[in-house]
Nanobody, 111 residues
């Protein structure tokens, strides 16, 4: 059974940082490209970032480019999203996605 479990969300002030993690199991993580997707309150899903299976290639939405960094540790079956210089508009539920979807972790950016 595919399982993706996100963690690391929380409440942070504007300008702050958070690191999200996504623990994967039930599939061969190192063979699968992974993404982070978010959903802000009252809005649709927004793709945030993608990383290829080996971790050598990444891409970002313009809204997060230069502030967020996606990475993965295939030995630990874990995906990460380092989020810096957070803005109120980054407030959303963040999901990791690949072979399936996680349950999401809430990120709230507010003073």
């Amino acid at each position: 059974e595919v399982q993706l479990v996100e963690s690391g969300g929380g409440l942070v002030q504007p300008g702050g940082s958070l690191r999200l993690s996504c623990a994967a199991s039930g599939f061969t993580f190192s063979n699968v490209a992974m993404s982070w997707v978010r959903q802000a309150p009252g809005k649709g899903l927004e793709w945030v970032s993608r990383i290829n299976s080996g971790g050598s290639s990444t891409s970002y939405a313009d809204s997060v480019k230069g502030r967020f960094t996606i990475s993965r540790d295939n030995a630990k079956n874990t995906l990460y999203l380092q989020m810096n210089s957070l803005k109120p508009e980054d407030t959303a539920v963040y999901y990791c996605a690949g072979a399936g979807w996680g349950q999401g972790t809430q990120v709230t950016v507010s003073s």
